[in-house]
């Protein structure tokens, strides 16, 4: 079975992958085509960014939401917001 990029694709995934593979290429022509290089270049430093932004958030959310939660939330049980 072939792996990309960590992910176990079957005979049959990697046939309809071969069969349908323009269709990323069209995504990204359509998206990105009217861009010039320069702005490219800005916005995979945004995208950079952005994701450095991203890891570890979850963590701080969940964080913020037990430091935030009172004792009558948590007595509740089954009516939390959130279940972990």
């Known amino acids: 079975m072939p792996v990309i990029g960590g992910i176990n694709i079957t005979d049959k995934g990697k046939e309809f992958l071969e069969r349908h593979y323009m269709i ?16 490219v270049i800005q916005q995979i430093r945004i995208f950079g960014k952005l994701i450095e932004n991203v890891e570890g958030m979850s963590d701080k959310i969940l964080a913020a939401v037990h430091s935030n939660m009172d004792a009558s939330m948590v007595k509740r049980g089954s009516e939390q917001y959130l279940t972990y």
Not at 27 to 36: A, E, M, Q, W
Request: charged share 20%.
């Open 24 to 39: 990323g290429q069209i995504n990204i022509d359509v998206i990105f085509n009217s861009l010039t290089e320069a702005e």
